[in-house]
Each structure stands twice: as structure tokens, then as C-alpha cells.
């Protein structure tokens, strides 16, 4: 698991790398606003859910929430599921929304 940095994220984008975007807020808060593209899995949801979205344990994927707790503990759970190629959004949307 890597942490990368808004900044970081945002230099993906630009340079249009491939990756599935994961926000693990809830349904309310995605409604409210979200990154364009991204897929939306509650925290509480990703154990049951998650093999059903993401199949491929080896794809490259960006998990965010908020501010970056929810989507540490996701992170964490997919690891353990046997994940291999996580990255988790530092600070999440609230910090994507002011950059």
C-alpha cells in the first residue's frame, strides 16, 4: 500500500494513467460531490462487496474518503483480502475539493 498525496493524484490524472477510483464514503456524501470517475463502496461494504466491483486483485487502485481515515481502513481490509497494488488518498476529497 502507498499513501500519495493529492498532488500526486492529480499528476495521474494529467498524465491519464489507468486506475480504478474507489471512495468509500458513504452514498449521501458521494451524492453531495465526488471525483469524477470514481466508484462508490462504503467502508462498511468493502469485505462483502468489494470482489463483486473489483474482481482483479492486481489492479491498480486509488481509495478515498473524506479526509483519509475510512479509506486507510478499507485499504487495509483489501490487503488482507489479498489486494497488491493499493494506493490510498491522503487527506481525501476535502483536500482534493481545495487543491
Given amino acids: 500500500?502507498?499513501?500519495?498525496?493529492?498532488e500526486e493524484f492529480k499528476e495521474m490524472?494529467?498524465?491519464?494513467?489507468?486506475?480504478?477510483l474507489l471512495d468509500v464514503r458513504t452514498k449521501s456524501e458521494?451524492?453531495?460531490?465526488?471525483i469524477d470517475g470514481s466508484v462508490q463502496l462504503s467502508v462498511s461494504?468493502?469485505?462483502t462487496?468489494?470482489?463483486n466491483v473489483i474482481p482483479d486483485k492486481d489492479t491498480r487502485i486509488v481509495v478515498y474518503c473524506a479526509t483519509g481515515g475510512r479509506s486507510l481502513?478499507?485499504?487495509t481490509v483489501m490487503q488482507m483480502m489479498g489486494y497488491t497494488?493499493?494506493?490510498?488518498?491522503?487527506?481525501g476529497y476535502v483536500a482534493y475539493r481545495e487543491v
Wanted: glycine fraction near 8%; aromatic fraction near 8%.
Fill in 1 to 6: 500500500m502507498k499513501n500519495i498525496s493529492v
Fill in 73 to 75: 481502513m478499507a485499504v
Fill in 45 to 47: 461494504a468493502v469485505q
Fill in 13 to 20: 490524472e494529467k498524465n491519464g494513467e489507468e486506475f480504478f
Fill in 85 to 91: 497494488n493499493l494506493m490510498n488518498l491522503e487527506d
Fill in 30 to 34: 458521494w451524492d453531495g460531490g465526488h
Fill in 49 to 51: 462487496e468489494i470482489e
